[in-house]
């Protein structure tokens, strides 16, 4: 099995810019698309991006960037000019595959880091 953690998170102002990290241990990072979603509380599980194994990404926000660095099996989501709604615990997912917006797509969670923006 794969073993993800993620950290990272904290409190942040708005404008303020944080980076998340996500390293996985267990099975070999090869050939795994990864993803970073977010959940607030009271609301569902959201897309945020996702990365290919070979680099290839997609988010909807601008603002985040996802990249990942194979040989130190490990994924960031670099998030720029933070806002109040951006406030979420964010967690990274791993497939096997190509990625996903889907949630229910991934197989391996970690367990989350909170993100918080407020004044």
């Known amino acids: 099995q794969v073993q993800l953690v993620e950290s990272g998170g904290g409190a942040a102002q708005p404008g303020d810019s944080l980076r998340l990290s996500c390293e996985a241990s267990g099975r070999t990072f090869n050939n795994y698309a990864m993803a970073w979603f977010r959940q607030a509380p009271g609301k569902e599980r959201a897309f945020v991006a996702a990365?290919?194994?070979?680099g290839g990404s997609t988010n909807g926000r601008g603002r985040f960037t996802i990249s990942r660095d194979n040989a130190a099996n490990t994924v960031w989501l670099q998030m720029n000019n933070l806002r109040p709604e951006d406030t979420a615990v964010y967690y990274c997912?791993?497939?096997?595959?190509?990625?996903?917006?889907?949630?229910?797509?991934?197989?391996?969670w970690g367990q989350g880091t909170q993100v918080t923006v407020s004044t």
């Open positions: 997912a791993a497939i096997l595959g190509g990625y996903s917006e889907y949630a229910g797509s991934y197989e391996y």
């Open positions: 990365i290919n194994w070979s």
